[in-house]
């Protein structure tokens, strides 16, 4: 059974930083893209980021709202992947999700997803 | 950025209806479109990817089509446990972009 558990989420002042992790169970993470993506309260979906694989020399996207000031990073050997957030702004406030992108027909693309953990930014 | 136009934002149905979802994109996406269903404190699920590939253990009476910039999501005999929102995403270029959302309600 395929697994995706987020973890490190909490309440931050603006200007501060936190760092999720998600682990993984149920497939083999080293071939698969990874993802984060975030609902604030009361909006739709954003995606944040992705890392590529070894295969794809683990290659970063990010979204423009996050770009500079998040990190994503992982650990193959811990089937884990972190998203590092720093100056962290009231926006940033949201549930974040990690999700797992394997190789589907001719691309990679979002599959699993984990529940989620969410990360407050209030003073 | 492509921007996704998704409708209606809300359903009222009976099981048994046939729905339909609606995806516009802003750009050409090649195909490239998933769609989720998701329910409340659970992870989101993948229905549908390159427009009309059914995912693995997904049943039958969820399709997808596309004509052009427009996808739809069907759903034939509409049962209890469809009753959810679902979401389309695109994957063409980044960023990756969602559309806002369909609630299925009774």
């Known amino acids: 059974e395929v697994q995706l558990v987020e973890s490190g989420g909490g309440l931050v002042q603006p200007g501060g930083s936190l760092r999720l992790s998600c682990t993984v169970s149920g497939f083999t993470f080293s071939d698969h893209y990874m993802d984060w993506v975030r609902q604030a309260p009361g909006k739709g979906l954003e995606w944040v980021g992705r890392?590529?694989?070894?295969?794809?020399?683990?290659?970063?996207e990010y979204a423009a709202s996050v770009k500079g000031r998040f990190a994503i990073s992982r650990d193959d050997s811990k089937d884990s992947m972190y998203l590092q957030m720093d100056n962290l702004k009231i926006e940033d406030t949201a549930v974040y999700y990690c999700a797992s992108s394997p190789l589907l027909g001719s691309y990679y693309l979002i599959r699993h997803w984990g529940q989620g953990t969410l990360a407050t930014v209030s003073s | 950025d492509i921007q996704m136009a998704q409708s209606p934002s809300t359903l009222s149905v009976s099981v048994g209806d046939r729905v339909t979802i609606t995806c516009r994109a802003s750009q050409t996406l090649n195909r490239r479109l998933s769609w989720y269903q998701a329910k409340p404190g659970k992870a989101p699920k993948l229905l549908i990817y390159e427009a009309s590939s059914l995912d693995s253990g997904v049943p039958s009476r969820f399709s997808g089509s596309e004509s052009g910039t427009e996808y739809t999501l069907t759903i034939n005999d509409l049962q209890p446990d469809d009753f959810a929102s679902y979401f389309c995403q695109q994957y063409k270029s980044y960023p990756l972009t969602f559309g806002g959302g369909t609630k299925v309600e009774i």
């Open positions: 890392s590529r694989n070894k295969a794809n020399r683990y290659t970063t």
